[in-house]
């Protein structure tokens, strides 16, 4: 199994500029979320799925979309980027009932 | 909303050094876990609690529910010990995390 992968690891985008942030599993878990980590803050929940089709806001949702079209992927844009969206993004991933949750490796993003 | 607090910030220990982290939390939970970020930045998960103690190798958890608390402990610090270690409490569908306490474990 690969795990969760995230692509790119790293990105440079200009204000105003879109993109999406791929992540995929392949272990089958219902459980999807994304995170930013910023510097002196925890982990910070953007938005999460509990299944395909279903989507719902975390914490900082402001600036972000996702979509859930399979259990495997769940992709994050970034419509019109910020610079306050500079951070480094985690997508992780969980089964339901299983509290372990398996994190891809990060993609560095920033925003000038 | 649950927050989540962690000390210390940062810790520097000598190589063979028993390390304490703590990890204290607002309101009722139903799990807290332990995390691993190295500095290549991947995050591992080390420890689920919901009550109690677990250990594995020369780490251990504990965790008291009454006081909303939780201890990481590393027996006999190595340097590849060396990492951020994040406390994370569960809180109905989601997680929040504390800011992590940098440990650095010279030889």
């Known amino acids: 199994n690969a795990g969760v992968t995230q692509t790119p690891k790293f990105q440079v985008l200009k204000t105003g500029q879109s993109m999406t942030l791929q992540c995929a599993q392949d272990?089958?878990?219902?459980?999807m979320s994304w995170y930013r980590q910023d510097p002196g803050m925890g982990l910070r929940l953007i938005h999460y799925s509990v299944g395909a089709g279903i989507t719902d806001q975390g914490e900082v949702p402001n600036g972000y979309n996702v979509s859930r079209s399979t259990t495997e992927d769940f992709p994050l844009r970034l419509l019109s980027a910020a610079p306050s969206q500079t951070s480094v993004y985690f997508c992780?991933?969980?089964?339901?009932?299983?509290?372990?949750?398996?994190f891809g490796p990060g993609t560095r993003l920033l925003v000038l | 909303k649950n927050e989540v607090e962690q000390s210390p910030q940062n810790l520097t220990a000598q190589e063979g050094e028993f390390i304490t982290i703590n990890c204290s939390y607002s309101v009722g939970i139903s799990a807290l876990h332990w995390l691993q970020q190295h500095p290549g930045g991947g995050i591992v998960s080390l420890f689920m609690?919901?009550?109690g103690k677990k250990k594995h190798g020369r780490l251990i958890a504990t965790i008291n529910i009454q006081e909303k608390h939780s201890s990481l402990h590393i027996t006999a610090s190595h340097p590849r010990d060396s990492a951020v270690y994040i406390c994370a409490v569960r809180y109905g569908n989601k997680l929040v995390f504390g800011a992590g306490t940098i440990l650095r474990v010279k030889s």
């Open positions: 992780a991933s969980r089964t339901s009932g299983v509290e372990t949750q398996y």
């Open positions: 609690l919901s009550s």
């Open positions: 272990m089958n878990h219902e459980y």
